[in-house]
Every structure is written in C-alpha cells, then in structure tokens.
C-alpha cells in the first residue's frame, strides 16, 4: 500500500521567547547593515561584559542605546538647520500659514469641542496614563519586564528630545487670535504631543505584534496605532497649536526614535540565545528566571 505523504506544518521561527512577529523572526537581519549592526554589537557586548559585569546582551542593548540618543541629538539639530533654512528663503506663509488658513476655514464649534478632547489624549497626562495602562497589560500577560524597559527608555527619549527640541529652535507658535483654546505657551517646535504619541504608541504596537499570533489581529494593531499617530499630528494643526512644520518634525523625529529602541531590542534578543529563561541576565527576564537579570537592564 502506497502511503500518502503527511502535510507538514511549516516548523516555527526559531529564537528567544518574543522574538517573532508572524513568520519573522527578529533574531535574523536580512540586511547586509542588519548584519553588520549584530556584528558589531556582539563584538562590544562581548567586549565590554566582563568589565560591565553585565551580559553581552544588556551591554549591547545600553551601548546601541546611548549611541542612537546622541545620533537623535544631531537629527533634532538638522531638523533645526532645515527649519532655518526653509524660513529664511520662503518664509512662513511658504507651507505653514497656508495649511492654517484651510484648517481655519473648516472650524465648527462641534467639531473644535472633539478634537479638543482627542488632543487632550495625546497631552502630558492623557499619553503617559494610556502608555502605562497598556505596558501593564502587555507586561502582566507576558509576565515579564520588557514592556516596561522599552517603554521607559523610549519616553525618556522621547522628553528628552521635545525639551531640547523647543529650547533649541524656540519657535512661536500660530497667532492666538487662529487658535482654538485653552492656549499653550510653550515653544512650538517640534509638536511634543506628536512626538510622544508617535514614540509611545509605535513601541505599544511594536510590543503587542510581539504577543499576537493572528494576521488580524497584527493588522488592526499597525492601522490602529497610524491612525491614532496621524490623527494626533493632525489635531495639533487644527486647533491653530501648532504649525504644520512642528508636527512633521515630530512623526519624523518620534519615529526614528522608536525605530532605535526597536532596533536595540531585536540587537538584545539576537545576543540572547536562552532568553526564555532568561539564563544570560537578559532584558526582562521573567521572575522565576534562575538567574538573577542585570539590575540595569531588567
């Protein structure tokens, strides 16, 4: 009798725990920079662990780290040339006033009451309750400590490129007599409430395709968290707070920030082969780890 060969299932990524999104596995870079990144990262890791007295991983997770918060230093200072540059040789009807006049013109009391109140959301109490509420849900399930490692390091970037941002360039912002209360009195640029919601929620949905298994499931995460970003961005202009420029600095800024704290994660996991158990003293290991993790990294 002739046997009827068995469908196999295609076998799952292999990695550490978390490490996969759908049938990526985070662990393998594909690119030639991916690859050279991991190399370099592992020769410093491995370098520097014995005098850190840290594993190889938390080492290269702290030292890609501070090497991408001083290359958003000079982002912010180009995003700075840029604004300059662009004042200077059209001036600010060139693309900002423009926008406001529009947005100006589509203003009902109804529809200024609304984006009031979704733009509250995004403010400096709305966005970090909103953060915490997820990264407890996501650490809770997960029953570990990454969600809040990355989280935390990403909103200290994250204020600490808005304060520098606006004390650099100390923009002003839209004529109050355009803007829609209550009036806010800081520098304008870039527009923090962009910034943070576009760090904070990228690293969110980052962590949550992470725990998802269903395509779906990944797919409502990715549109979800786009739209709450643009709508963000977008509420900002309208309510006269902000000039268009501020809040294209911060989606480009608030990106390339979440971007490295991505980018360190998946350099940590690479280093990492027994991370489930968290055998290396890697980030987040669980509670009931058999080794105690770094005390700096999780």
């Known amino acids: 009798m002739t046997e009827t060969p068995s469908r196999r299932r295609p076998e799952p990524p292999t990695g550490p725990a978390d490490s996969t999104i759908g049938a990526r596995d985070l662990t393998r870079w594909q690119s030639g920079f991916g690859r050279w990144l991991t190399g370099l990262a592992t020769r410093v890791g491995h370098g520097l662990a014995p005098v850190a007295r840290w594993s190889a991983a938390n080492v290269a997770f702290v030292a890609f780290v501070v090497v991408a918060l001083a290359l958003m230093a000079g982002l912010v200072l180009g995003a700075h040339e840029v604004y300059e540059s662009v004042v200077d040789e059209n001036g600010i009807s060139g693309l900002d006033q423009p926008v406001l006049d529009r947005v100006v013109a589509l203003r009902t009391p109804g529809l200024d009451q609304a984006v009031t109140v979704f733009t509250t959301i995004g403010g400096p109490v709305g966005m970090p309750v909103l953060a915490v509420l997820a990264v407890i849900v996501l650490a809770v399930t997960a029953r570990r400590w990454t969600a809040v490692i990355l989280m935390l390091v990403a909103a200290a970037g994250s204020l600490l490129m808005t304060v520098a941002g606006k004390d650099l ?42 725990r998802t298994t269903a395509a779906w499931q990944r797919v409502v995460a990715v549109v979800l968290g786009a739209l709450f970003i643009a709508g963000m961005g977008l509420s900002r202009v309208y309510l006269g707070h902000h000039w268009l420029t501020d809040v294209i600095a911060g989606w480009a800024i608030g990106l390339a920030w979440a971007l490295a704290v991505v980018t360190a994660h998946r350099l940590h996991l690479t280093l990492s082969p027994h991370h489930p158990e968290g055998r290396s003293g890697s980030l987040g290991a669980g509670a009931g780890s058999a080794e105690t993790s770094s005390p700096t990294a999780g």
């Open 169 to 210: 360039v100390g923009r002003a912002r839209p004529p109050a007599a355009l803007a829609v209360p209550p009036l806010e009195s800081s520098p304008s640029f870039p527009s923090g409430h962009t910034l943070n919601a576009t760090v904070l929620t990228t690293v969110v949905v980052y962590l949550v395709l992470l």
